[in-house]
């Protein structure tokens, strides 16, 4: 917790020294409890442990300090349903609260890219940072692209 105010208390000292220091174009992944952050962040992505905590309230807490990308057309991206879940029907209804977060935060319509399972992981490589949460939503992955102020 960071006893500063206006900061909210979901956000670590890690987590804020993490936003502070991103750039414009950078990318954070909030990855739910069965991403392999530990693996993909061999390749360069700090890791951030928020463990217990749920992508959404982390993403709400997040967007209250860190701008999206307005010069791309879609700033967030989640990792697409395989194949084989969508023949069984599998529905990912964290998307739907991930949009009216995202859509309350930046006042507007934000939409999700949708990126294929292993392109999704091979762009967390490249990160700035994975945030490992406690989310059990199955597809609750979710990719921020930092804009400017």
């Not at 928020?50 to 307005?70: E, F, S, T």
């Not at 399972?117 to 990160?127: L, N």
Request: hydrophobic share 45%; with cysteine; charged share 20%.
């Amino acid at each position: 917790m960071v006893m500063l105010k206006g900061i909210p208390r979901i956000v670590s000292p890690q987590l804020l020294s993490v936003l502070a220091r991103m750039g414009h174009g950078d990318e954070i992944v909030l990855a739910d409890a069965n991403f392999p952050t530990a693996s993909v962040c061999k390749s360069g992505p700090e890791m951030v442990r928020a463990d217990g905590h749920d992508i959404p309230a982390i993403l709400k807490a997040v967007l209250q300090l860190l701008p999206l990308d307005a010069y791309v057309p879609m700033p967030a991206a989640v990792m697409g349903v395989v194949p084989s879940d969508v023949a069984k029907g599998l529905k990912t209804p964290v998307w739907d609260t991930y949009r009216t977060v995202l859509n309350e935060s930046e006042g507007k319509k934000v939409a999700l890219e949708e990126v294929e399972r292993f392109a999704f992981y091979e762009r967390a490589k490249t990160a700035f940072a994975v945030v490992h949460t406690g989310e059990t939503a199955l597809y609750g992955n979710i990719i921020l692209k930092k804009g400017v102020l």
